[in-house]
């Protein structure tokens, strides 16, 4: 069973926030995060945070890989893939912005967590959605 955690993008202060960014686990912007109910009961409706969930899984750096990053994949050829990490609310999966075909926006397809798994430790996380949003490109 993977470790269920949250990270969220203030869209206020146009910051990542994590839950143990400040090594304390009693407060997180200004909520105490002591208990998972009181963190759902301010914050999940608040309109300031996008909510992203962890995959359980790291890149090969051991980084965690969370919703909304950009990963990095290099085939066999060494031809690079970059691939945003989505939530569908059934699974985790990707979808590839940038490869060696100059697709963009193409859906590779809906994996669950074990599809997703095939690249556990393969990837390297090059940024997320908000703080890097260059890297959605499509290759020109």
Do not use: P
């Amino acid at each position: 069973m993977r470790e269920i955690k949250f990270r969220a993008w203030n869209k206020e202060k146009s910051i990542m926030v994590y839950e143990d960014e400040d090594n304390s686990s009693a407060y997180w912007d200004g909520v105490c995060l002591s208990d998972i109910e009181m963190i759902n009961a301010r914050l999940k409706y608040s309109s300031t945070y996008i909510w992203m969930q962890y995959t359980g899984l790291k890149d090969r750096n051991g980084r965690e890989i969370y919703e909304g990053d950009i990963l990095q994949i290099s085939n066999k050829e060494n031809k690079d893939y970059h691939m945003e990490v989505l939530w569908t609310g059934q699974g985790f999966g990707y979808k590839i912005i940038r490869n060696e075909t100059k697709r963009s926006g193409y859906i590779v397809g809906h994996h669950s967590e074990r599809g997703l798994n095939f690249y556990n430790g393969a990837s390297e996380v090059i940024g997320n959605i908000y703080e890097d949003s260059q890297l959605l490109e499509a290759a020109e």
